[in-house]
């Protein structure tokens, strides 16, 4: 059965004021240098979503939790996402309806880490193969409202620091060049059932966009590599449990990082 896909794209508008990731202090640096080789952040853990539609959400607390040691919670992130668009899409005066598992953009969890914050993990589901607090998304059962109590905490955790990298020929050195500044970059694209199928040793290639099995999907990179060919390959961190591909990640081509639709590092900066 297709893993669950639930990311949609990121509306332009929204996305305006991403800064360009040169004008970070520490990627303009490692752009300014001659990259190594190869370049690795070490990535302690992967997520494992389960039957639920929220990658990004995932994805998002896997970058934090390379900044600030500890993970957070995926279900309260992905609570405040599902009911800050809700807010948004009901009109003044009508009764609010029941949050659904529902898929988001990667910027509005962004704008909810900025608003809501991190907050500890929950209450982990027994038999995730990897760190997860979300339920899976069953028929008519209503995704969980935030926790008062986990949101109180969060506030003390709040994550900015907006930048974006323009997908096109100086995309993978800057892509590198974060990495080896320390800091992952956070990704949005479509995988189709190759790359669901991939196994460790096999690089993954750009997708088949006509793949009717495949869909919108938040992952982050953290390491890259020179290929025997002179190009980069990117490690790039999944949440489909650690028993997926090459430990919960995999390679990806170059051609690969050219057809995602965000890349965006994720310098946190938390308050």
């Known amino acids: 059965m297709p893993r669950r896909k639930g990311l949609k794209r990121s509306t332009p508008h929204k996305v305006a004021h991403r800064l360009a990731a040169a004008s970070h202090p520490l990627i303009k640096a490692a752009l300014g240098a001659a990259l190594a080789a190869s370049c690795q952040i070490p990535v302690s853990s992967h997520a494992d979503q389960g039957e639920s539609e929220c990658c990004a959400e995932h994805s998002a607390v896997g970058c934090c939790a390379i900044h600030k040691p500890g993970i957070g919670s995926p279900l309260c992130l992905a609570s405040c996402t599902y009911g800050d668009v809700r807010a948004e899409l009901t009109p003044p005066g009508d009764t609010l309806p029941t949050l659904s598992d529902t ?30 607090d979300v339920p899976d998304d069953v028929p008519g059962v ?3 409202e ?12 709040l994550v900015s620091g907006e930048y974006a990298i323009a997908v096109d020929s100086n995309a993978p050195q800057t892509v590198a060049a974060c ?42 990179i953290s390491g890259y590599r020179t290929a025997a060919d002179g190009s980069l390959e990117f490690r790039v961190e999944n949440s489909w449990g650690s028993n997926w591909c090459d430990g919960g990640g995999c390679w990806a081509s170059t051609a690969w990082l050219l057809a995602c639709w965000e890349l965006w590092p994720f310098p946190a900066v938390t308050t």
């Open 103 to 132: 898929g988001a953009e990667l910027q509005t969890v962004s704008d909810a880490l900025r608003k809501w914050g991190l907050a500890p993990m929950g209450t982990q589901i027994a038999g995730r193969n990897g760190w997860s």
């Open 142 to 144: 209503p995704f969980p």
């Open 146 to 157: 935030p926790d008062v109590s986990q949101l109180e905490v969060a506030g003390h955790t």
């Open 179 to 220: 990495i080896s500044a320390g800091i992952p970059v956070w990704l949005g694209c479509f995988v189709d059932s190759a790359f669901e199928a991939l196994t460790a040793g096999q690089v993954a290639q750009p997708p088949n966009a006509s793949d009717p099995n495949g869909g919108g999907h938040a992952m982050y």
